[in-house]
């Protein structure tokens, strides 16, 4: 992990220079680009802020233009992003294959490629793509891609936390333990409640920057 003194925003990244792939664990920090490489690379850091018409002034901006900016996330068109609709299990299924590095493009559908890997590797069982995905769909695939850990958070502080479906127990204890999630303006967790894209994307910046230390 090296920290590359430069004045970065959201919306830039590290790229390598010899194959001009953008490096997945380069996180913006107050004293430049933290960067987790397997080995060593020639870098350099390029801004890929898009300018979506619809995240101006959004909550979730700096979360939108990290994801797009990694290309985990693409807009809904060349000029919205779309930030409070929900986000699909699909949706999710093919953020999850870009990070892992799979060529998701081609297939039958946009998201067969995706939808392929996450059930060959245990994220998904690929049911209902098109349907919404709730928070705790959300972090139990999370989970799963890193392996499954052991979660060390505590669900006792938040209201509903009996509302949260078995199977998500240990992954939600997780995503809460690693800052992954937090609660509503409310104090709840709504485990059930379906996620936005704003709200996926700016989970899924956390993500990134836990696996980056």
């Not at 020639?42 to 233009?65: C, M, P, Q, Y």
């Not at 209902?128 to 959300?138: A, F, H, K, N, V």
Request: hydrophobic share 40%; proline share 3%.
């Amino acid at each position: 992990v090296v920290t590359i003194p430069a004045d970065v925003g959201c919306g830039m990244v590290a790229v390598n220079a010899d194959t001009g792939e953008i490096v997945k664990l380069s996180v913006p920090a107050e004293d430049g680009m933290t960067v987790k490489l397997d080995g060593s690379a020639e870098l350099v850091l390029v801004d890929r802020s898009r300018d979506f018409t619809d995240t101006k002034g959004h909550w979730a901006k700096d979360a939108i233009n990290f994801v797009t900016a990694h290309e985990l996330f693409s807009g809904t068109s060349d000029t919205a992003f779309t930030p409070d609709s929900p986000m699909t299990r699909a949706m999710l299924m093919t953020v999850l294959a870009r990070f892992d590095g799979q060529d998701t493009t081609g297939g039958a559908v946009w998201y067969e490629k995706a939808m392929e890997w996450a059930r060959e590797n245990g994220i998904s069982d690929g049911s209902d793509p098109d349907g919404s995905i709730t928070r705790e769909q959300l972090a139990t695939m999370l989970w799963r891609y890193v392996g499954s850990p052991a979660g060390n958070g505590s669900l006792s502080s938040f209201g509903d936390s009996a509302n949260v479906s078995g199977y998500a127990v240990e992954a939600l204890r997780w995503a809460v333990g690693e800052g992954l999630i937090s609660g509503t303006d409310t104090g709840m967790l709504a485990p059930q409640s379906n996620a936005t894209r704003a709200q996926a994307a700016t989970i899924l910046k956390r993500f990134v920057e836990s696996l980056s230390k």
